[in-house]
């Protein structure tokens, strides 16, 4: 390729430009799940763990 030659418009563009098709129903069940989160907050229904361990030990038991 010298400077003379024209420059491709297509030559320039990337995959990454092409965004994927997003399912507009997981975005709301994402939204609609922080939103009872912070309902529950809001009404004192939260536990505090220490550290990691106890939130990981509260998360394996049923």
């Not at 430009?17 to 229904?45: M, N, T």
Request: aromatic share 6%; proline share 8%.
């Amino acid at each position: 390729m010298v400077c003379s030659d024209p420059l491709m418009v297509k030559d320039l563009m990337s995959p990454a430009d092409k965004p994927e098709r997003v399912d507009p129903e997981a975005g709301k069940q994402f939204i609609e799940g922080i939103r009872e989160g912070l309902e529950d907050f809001a009404a004192g229904r939260c536990k505090g763990f220490k550290d990691a361990d106890e939130l990981l030990a509260y998360l394996l038991n049923p």
